[in-house]
């Protein structure tokens, strides 16, 4: 554990690797150096091993070290000026030529043990630097060098220096596990980051879900989800509901403005909470107005029993607010049920809401109404006589309607 808290704060130290948060560039810099961090072990072993065989085999020792100095110069270069996309190139060259270059001096496919396999190292790393086309290049001149491995095989076979056969099968185990352990831990970190990354988008998604449904009703946001982006829809029968507080600009005068702001929150969510309970569809708020329906977007025939209801309770709630927060509060409800048409507008910040007659109507309700009462027309009171209590009619005259008859609900029977 300590060893790779070392080798983490080293990559971080030399390489600018941020491995708690990685960026593409950070996780091609972390890449690369996992790759040389590999070859320069594997090349440790190469010469190690074909040292101990004598000065004839200095040729074959010569490449590994070669490649040694070479990388370990292009990481100075790279450290020195900052030069990152200097350090890949080099790299990916090395990584490329380099096995090869064994394959070739120990004496082709069978003496080396297929040293040659670790070039692949090179468009593996240029995929996971670089990106899928900027890799093509490096994994044809992988194809173009193994072909031509495979042409002069027989010239490089002829020139073989004599290698033992345990030393053979043990460059075997080193190219195959060693190589396909790379690759197994390279493709498991990227999948551990798409994992990661996924989860983070699942998270995301969520989230915006969750912020679309606060702003339009649920199936409104599946449409527009789905490309639905013109919404218009004509409701027979809906029951619409103004709500507004009585007073409220002098009492934004005598109190300061985040006790405005949480007096509003709290009122709301409490109306938010009873839309809810009752499946009632909150359009919007103005200032101190709460605007709902009920029968749109979703179709229901008790929609005037759902609106009737949550108003009651509303000015049950609206009491318990204002005593919490030691403020007189009070308020004004108008009703109005009849024909309605329903949209959403906008292109960047949508917004549903409806139109018609009956909401200009049930605003008049509520605006005409005594302070702390719930006004409905003679439509709503008509479809909730059965079950709820109303004072006598009255007659109002209403700006573009004339006189028509209200009715002010009281209570459920």
């Known amino acids: 554990m300590t060893e790779n808290l070392a080798l983490k704060s080293i990559l971080s130290r030399e390489f600018w690797i941020d491995l708690s948060n990685p ?5 091609g810099q972390s890449i690369l150096s996992l790759l040389v961090f590999a070859e320069t072990l594997v090349c440790f ?13 200095a040729v074959i020792a010569a490449v590994p070290y070669f ?15 900052k030069r990152f996309e200097y350090l890949i190139f080099t790299q990916l060259v090395l990584l490329l030529v380099m096995p090869f270059f064994m394959q070739w001096a120990i004496g082709g496919f069978a003496a080396s043990s297929g040293v040659a396999i670790w070039a692949i190292l090179a468009p593996v790393g240029a995929l996971m630097i670089l990106g899928t086309r900027q890799s093509t290049p490096w994994f044809l001149l992988f194809l173009g060098l193994a072909f031509i491995s495979w042409k002069l095989n027989y010239y490089f076979a002829g020139n073989a220096m004599p290698i033992p ?99 509003l929150s709290q009122v709301f969510l409490r109306f938010d909470q009873l839309a809810e309970k009752y499946q009632v569809e909150k359009i919007k708020t103005i200032g101190d107005s709460y605007m709902a329906v009920s ?46 048409v329903a949209g959403v507008i906008g292109s960047i910040k949508f917004s549903y809401d409806l139109w018609g007659d009956t909401v200009n109507l049930a605003s ?41 008859e209200t009715f002010v609900l009281q209570s459920h029977q």
């Open 295 to 340: 029968g749109a977007p979703v179709v229901c025939d008790d929609h005037t029993h759902r609106i009737a209801a949550m108003a009651l309770e509303m000015n049950a709630a609206l009491k318990e607010v204002g005593a919490k927060l030691g403020l007189d509060l009070n308020m004004r409800i108008g009703i109005h049920t009849g024909p309605v």
């Open 23 to 27: 960026t593409p560039a950070s996780l």
């Open 67 to 81: 490649y040694l100095v070479a990388s370990y110069f292009s990481l100075f270069i790279c450290y020195r000026y």
């Open 165 to 263: 056969e345990h030393l053979k099968d043990s460059f075997f185990l080193m190219n195959i596990s060693g190589t396909s352990s790379i690759l197994y831990g390279v493709l498991r970190y990227f999948q551990s980051q798409k994992e990661r990354i996924m989860a983070s988008l699942a998270l995301e998604q969520a989230r915006s879900e969750k912020l679309l449904l606060n702003i339009l009703p649920a199936p409104i946001a599946l449409r527009l989800k789905e490309n639905d982006m013109r919404i218009a829809d004509y409701y027979g029968a809906v029951t619409v509901m103004f709500a507004d507080l009585v007073d409220f600009t002098p009492m934004s005068e005598k109190i300061s403005p985040i006790q405005l702001i949480d007096m």
């Open 45 to 57: 072993f190469w010469i190690y091993a074909f040292s101990g065989l004598g000065d004839g085999y």
């Open 364 to 404: 008049r309700m509520e605006q005409t109404c005594t302070p702390g009462t719930i006004q409905v027309t003679q439509q709503t009171q008509q479809l909730l006589q059965d079950a709820y209590v109303f004072s006598e009619g009255a007659s109002i005259e209403v700006k573009g309607k004339g006189v028509i």
